[in-house]
């Protein structure tokens, strides 16, 4: 069983900066990719970031890249996502999972939750 608990959440102005946290059950980042998704109030879920067990792979979204960095400290068995120059149009739940990092299907590199292990998310509002 896999435990995944976000945090850093909050509200933030536009040009503003967030670090987000997933702090992982023991062993869980030396097995799993993890990834950041995130889903607004009437939309799909999007996958933002994701980055490999052994963190030589990350993966970024299109609405993201260049804004955001995804890193991870095994010996805090936590994934961080740290996020600049923050826009109203990122304001979303974030949740951490388990994922796919990325993968390669018919519409190019996704990432994708594996496993269905998921977080609680923790919510994100960029103010204009």
């Known amino acids: 069983q896999v435990q995944l608990v976000e945090s850093g959440g909050g509200l933030v102005q536009s040009g503003g900066s967030l670090r987000l946290s997933c702090a992982a059950s023991?062993?869980?980042?030396?097995?799993?990719?993890i990834g950041w998704f995130r889903q607004a109030p009437g939309k799909e879920r999007e996958g933002v970031a994701c980055?490999?067990?052994?963190?030589?792979?990350?993966y970024y979204g299109d609405s993201v890249k260049g804004r955001f960095t995804i890193s991870k400290d095994d010996t805090e068995n936590t994934v961080f996502l740290h996020m600049n120059n923050l826009k109203p149009e990122d304001t979303a739940v974030y949740y951490c999972?388990?994922?796919?990092?990325?993968?390669?299907?018919?519409?190019?590199?996704?990432?994708?939750?594996?496993?269905?292990?998921w977080g609680q998310g923790t919510q994100v509002t960029v103010s204009t």
């Open positions: 999972a388990t994922a796919l990092c990325p993968y390669y299907g018919d519409y190019g590199p996704q990432i994708l939750n594996r496993y269905d292990y």
């Open positions: 023991r062993y869980a980042l030396d097995i799993y990719a």
């Open positions: 980055i490999s067990s052994s963190g030589g792979v990350t």
